[in-house]
């Protein structure tokens, strides 16, 4: 239970990996509290899942595209568990598809969630965080290789969270805070199910030849917040079955 007495908020929180990361902290011994924009039902099992394995957890409904809304579920995660001591950024969207497609709405809406959501969630969680907080952003290896065309749109506002996670390694180093950024490449969950249109394809890309799934993700984020992150902050560390190798 390397994260007794420990308080984690995770973004987006209702399934795929954000679900596995809360559900992994729980096992930890952290308190979690997720948000969730529309999937009440799901958030709410999650909730269940981890108060019936003898843990604390809230859900909190927040759209990760409104500032006051990312303030609000780290203020809630605080007055509601008590403190807070780690911030997982997993909030996201995927619009992919022809360049020419691509509205000024979504582009907003995707560095909305991907970019500003973080930095938001950081300035606020920052009052709380005490030295020994770790904070963790879920990026995507299409950052570093867009490998097909249709991903600018998503590619470019994970590259972005590239350099905000150096920036604010060396924001919150003085207080004794790490940040880090972690990018899967194909996981199995309902935004890329490993038996989809395209799975073939990832597939082949990887080294390992088989997607990842949502735990493998959930335990790189618990090495980073638990005891082996200690001395880790400024990285980003790609869990990708070597598509990007």
């Known amino acids: 239970m390397s994260l007794a007495g420990k308080v984690a908020l995770v973004t987006g929180g209702s ?11 729980a096992s930890e011994g952290a308190a979690v509290a997720i948000t969730y924009e529309r999937a009440e039902d799901r958030a709410k099992q999650v909730v269940a899942e981890i108060l019936a394995a003898g843990g604390r957890a809230v859900a ?18 605080v007055s509601e568990l008590g403190r807070l001591d780690i911030l997982v950024n997993n909030a996201g969207i995927f619009v992919a598809g022809p360049l020419a497609d691509v509205t000024v709405e979504q582009i907003d809406r995707t560095f909305a969630i991907h970019v500003r959501a973080v930095f938001v969630a950081v300035q606020a969680a920052a009052k709380h965080l005490p030295a020994g907080g770790r904070v963790v952003s ?7 290789i867009a490998n097909r065309p249709g991903v600018s749109l998503y590619a470019a506002s994970k590259a972005a969270l590239a350099g905000l996670t150096k920036g604010l ?6 207080q004794g805070v790490t940040v880090n950024l972690v990018q899967p ?6 935004m890329n199910p490993a038996d989809g249109e395209h799975a073939d394809q990832q597939r082949q890309r990887t080294a390992l030849g088989h997607y990842g799934t949502a735990d493998d993700i959930a335990a790189t984020v618990a090495h980073l917040v638990g005891d082996g992150g200690r001395q880790i902050t400024g990285a980003t560390i790609t869990v990708d079955g070597g598509a990007n190798a």
């Open 60 to 77: 909190i409904r927040a759209d990760a595209a409104n500032a006051a809304d990312v303030t609000a579920s780290v203020e809630r995660t």
């Open 138 to 144: 879920i990026g995507s290896n299409l950052a570093d």
């Open 185 to 190: 490449g194909s996981t199995d969950t309902e």
């Open 169 to 174: 390694a060396r924001d919150l180093g003085e």
């Open 15 to 25: 399934r795929g990996i954000g679900a596995a990361t809360a559900r992994r902290l």
